[in-house]
């Protein structure tokens, strides 16, 4: 069985600023790792994935992520952000066999603001 | 095309009617799934087809019917639905079931039981 934690339900940040949104995981085999972003009104599209290999992730719009063994995490992180980055953004997280689906982080409501 | 699409994108029924969801990829994916996701929540799996077989349905109400005509095309039926049943119906697909596969999801239906 696994789990995934997103700590913030909010991030408010201001446009230009950094930001990360945390993501750990709990899970009794190896996993894969996702972070989804879902825009209003509109399907979850990935952002990145770890799967193996390097532990840093770069994925679409400047968004990177960093896989973190002995800390359970996957964080998400971008330097500077964008009114157009304000979106709800989920961890997932499976475990590495065939038959195991996504399992979903309640998300993280980022608001970028001007 | 990297587009799956999915109709009617809002739905209102009432509590006797019958209706269908439908979703369509011309990927080539030979797995495609069914999520509910209800407001400021995750999505949550329903079910899952491989090769246009079920393969995993998980506990769903068997007012929800899915089909798989074909490996481009995946219905769900609804009939009886129930106040609680209103939520963002999304659809997604992905070249195979497993973990490590990317899944693409779909803009999604709003369906709204009255």
């Known amino acids: 069985a696994q789990s995934v934690t997103q700590l913030d339900s909010q991030v408010p940040v201001f446009e230009e600023a950094p930001v990360e949104l945390r993501c750990n995981y709990s899970s009794s085999v190896s996993v894969y790792l996702f972070w989804y972003v879902q825009y209003p009104n509109q399907g979850l599209q990935l952002l990145l994935k770890y799967l193996s290999g390097s532990t840093l992730v770069k994925g679409i719009n400047g968004f990177e992520a960093e896989f973190n063994k002995s800390q359970t995490s996957f964080h998400l992180r971008k330097p500077s952000v964008h009114i157009s980055d304000t979106a709800e953004y989920f961890c997932a997280v499976s475990g590495n066999n065939a038959g195991n689906m996504l399992t979903f982080g309640g998300g993280t409501r980022l608001m970028v603001k001007p | 095309d990297t587009e799956v699409t999915q109709t009617p994108k809002h739905l209102v029924m009432g509590m006797t009617n019958k209706k269908s969801l439908k979703c369509e990829q011309h990927m080539g994916h030979r797995a495609m799934y069914w999520y509910k996701q209800k407001a400021k929540k995750p999505p949550e799996l329903m079910f899952v087809?491989?090769?246009?077989?079920?393969?995993i349905n998980e506990s769903v109400p068997s007012r929800f019917s899915p089909e798989c005509p074909n490996s481009s095309l995946l219905n769900l039926h609804l009939h009886a639905l129930q106040p609680e049943d209103s939520a963002l119906y999304l659809c997604?697909?992905?070249?195979?079931?497993?973990?490590?596969?990317?899944?693409?999801f779909g803009p999604g239906t709003r369906l709204t039981v009255l």
């Open positions: 997604a697909s992905s070249q195979a079931q497993g973990s490590y596969n990317e899944q693409f």
């Open positions: 087809y491989s090769y246009e077989k079920l393969s």
